[in-house]
C-alpha cells in the first residue's frame, strides 16, 4: 500500500514538475524507454554523426559523445505529436549546458541540439561566455518540423541563445 502511494506520489510530482509544453508535444507522462531502445539510440548517433568531432562541450571530441555529455542528468522523455519521442537533459555539473535527441519508437535519431556556451577571453583579467543554440539535422522533408521542435524545447528551457544550424549529409 504504501509503496503504491509513493509510485503514485513521485508520478505527481514528475508531472506537476515537467516544464511548460510545445503545441506539437502529444504526452506530458514519464515515459520510459527501455533498455534495448536506449542501446538502439547510442548505435544510431554513431551512424547520425560518423566520426564528426566539434568543440562543444569537449575540444575535439566526437559529436555523438558530446551529445550524451549534455544529457548526463535526463528530463523525463517526451512523445512528440508525431509519435517520435524527444530525449534530453542537462550537462553534470553544468545545467545551464544541455542536449536532446529526437528519436525514432525505434531508436533512429532525427535530429539532434545542443545548447553550449562559447567563452572567449575580452581581456586580461575577463572572459565572456555566449551561450548557442547547435541543432543537428540531415537533408529531410521533415526538416523544418524538426528544427521546429528543437527550438520549441530551446524555448522550454529559457534558452535565448542564437541558433546555429548543421546539416549532416
Not at 33 to 57: C, T, V
Not at 79 to 88: C, F, H, K, T, V
Not at 99 to 127: D, N
Amino acid at each position: 500500500m504504501l509503496s503504491t502511494l509513493m509510485k503514485s506520489l513521485i508520478l505527481a510530482v514528475s508531472a506537476t514538475a515537467s516544464f511548460a509544453m510545445a503545441n506539437t508535444v502529444e504526452n506530458t507522462d514519464p515515459i520510459v524507454l527501455s533498455s534495448k531502445l536506449r542501446s538502439m539510440i547510442y548505435k544510431s548517433a554513431k551512424q547520425f554523426f560518423g566520426l564528426r568531432k566539434g568543440n562543444y562541450f569537449v575540444q575535439g571530441r566526437l559529436l555523438s559523445d558530446q551529445v550524451f555529455i549534455g544529457m548526463e542528468i535526463p528530463d523525463p522523455v517526451l512523445r512528440l505529436a508525431d509519435g517520435n519521442y524527444l530525449e534530453s537533459g542537462c550537462r553534470r555539473h553544468s545545467c545551464d549546458e544541455k542536449g536532446a535527441l529526437i528519436v525514432t519508437p525505434a531508436g533512429k535519431i532525427l535530429a539532434a541540439g545542443l545548447i553550449t556556451f562559447h567563452c572567449g577571453r575580452i581581456s586580461v583579467h575577463e572572459v565572456s561566455c555566449d551561450p548557442q543554440l547547435t541543432m543537428f539535422v540531415k537533408e529531410t522533408s521533415d526538416q523544418s518540423m524538426l528544427l521546429h521542435e528543437l527550438k520549441g524545447w530551446a524555448e522550454r528551457n529559457k534558452s535565448t541563445a542564437p541558433e546555429e544550424i548543421k546539416i549532416l549529409r
